[in-house]
């Protein structure tokens, strides 16, 4: 591909074959990765993730291969396009603002916007803490001859950043996490930025669901080869599974909830019985699904995102216990288990 786009872009959001959403986002990183011309001196501290007090900001390389998780970069994609065709059509005289949190190096979700609507249409704000990602954003937005859109473009830490008004943002977008909400700081960028989206504003994803199954883990298969390809993997384990409950539901209702709260270190979420489930299996898993926008869904084996997560042996010694979970907001944020 020499240049990017309308036409590539239109192809891409209404592409729905996953063989070739892979490869029209393939050449979309070639294109990206030919155009960087940022220093490539693998010694330099911005190839190392950053440790926040609330988790960690993946390195450039990593944000790349994150990128290269390639159904839940389209899906991203299309989500925001989405929100952004609502928006218009719910406020067509005023400019639809958008905050991008988190832009890794390809500065990719946004990327549509930027040959599908009109500059007069939007305007977006793009924050990034890692100073190399955000070095190689404002390279490719340059690059392609797309700076009207952006507003601002900031090295800064998501989970502290304070736009100058409250209620300003009609859409917020932030891909900062990791399966069952564990390591990076997706759970504080959201309840900081919070408070900066408009009552009806649209936030992505808009819900993220990590749930609790009981299954036999000497039964569950792992996929042997790009698992976004492999559904019959994903059913089979699903079959033997037994849904057990909810642990945690990240959405505008949790963040309004947790907002009211302050500050917290450790926020409860559920405990279990374990001589109430009705369940011959013995091993725990939690599954993360993700509402992006409407209809758009990540689930299970479809990205990195949704991959399943060991949680618990239940054995005899603990049969009379209660399992309490709840997450765990430091620097290594996390659903965390007591056995009680
Ligand atoms: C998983 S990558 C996603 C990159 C890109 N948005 C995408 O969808 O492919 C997450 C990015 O968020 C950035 N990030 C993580 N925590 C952050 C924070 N607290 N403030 C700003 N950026 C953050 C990381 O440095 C990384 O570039």
Wanted: aromatic share 10%; proline share 3%; net charge neutral.
């Amino acid at each position: 591909m020499n240049d990017l786009s309308e036409n590539f872009f239109t192809g891409l959001l209404q592409e729905r074959k996953t063989i070739n959403i892979v490869k029209q986002l393939e050449s979309l990183n070639e294109f990206l990765k030919n155009n960087i011309q940022v220093d490539n001196n693998e010694n330099d501290i911005s190839y190392n993730p950053i440790y926040l007090s609330n988790g960690v900001a993946v390195s450039p390389e990593i944000a790349v291969h994150c990128f290269q998780d390639y159904i839940r970069t389209h899906r991203f994609m299309l989500a925001l396009y989405r929100a952004v065709q609502e928006k218009l059509e719910q406020f067509p005289k005023r400019k639809i603002k958008i905050l991008y949190a988190g832009c890794g190096p390809y500065c990719p979700l946004i990327l549509p916007l930027l040959y599908l609507f009109n500059s007069t249409n939007i305007e977006i704000d793009v924050i990034e803490i890692n100073p190399y990602s955000l070095k190689s954003a404002k390279q490719i937005i340059s690059f392609i001859g797309k700076n009207q859109y952006i507003k601002k473009i900031l090295c800064i830490d998501a989970t502290q950043y304070k736009p100058e008004k409250e209620d300003c943002f009609d859409i917020i977008i932030s891909e900062t996490m990791d399966k069952a909400l564990e390591i990076e700081p997706q759970v504080s960028i959201f309840l900081n930025l919070f408070s900066y989206l408009k009552k009806e504003g649209i936030l992505i994803p808009e819900k993220v669901t990590v749930d609790l199954y009981a299954t036999d883990i000497r039964k569950e298969k792992s996929s042997d080869y790009e698992f976004y390809l492999d559904t019959s993997t994903t059913k089979s384990n699903q079959i033997q599974r037994t849904f057990i409950k909810n642990i945690i539901t990240l959405d505008k209702s949790f963040l309004k909830l947790q907002h009211s709260k302050k500050n917290q270190e450790n926020i409860y979420l559920t405990s279990l019985k374990i001589s109430d489930l009705a369940t011959e299996n013995i091993d725990l898993l939690y599954i993360t699904s993700l509402k992006i926008y409407k209809s758009i869904t990540l689930s299970e084996d479809e990205s990195l995102l949704t991959l399943k997560v060991y949680a618990l042996t239940l054995t005899d010694k603990i049969i009379d216990s209660q399992v309490e979970f709840s997450y765990r907001l430091n620097n290594d944020p996390r659903i965390i288990k007591k056995i009680i």
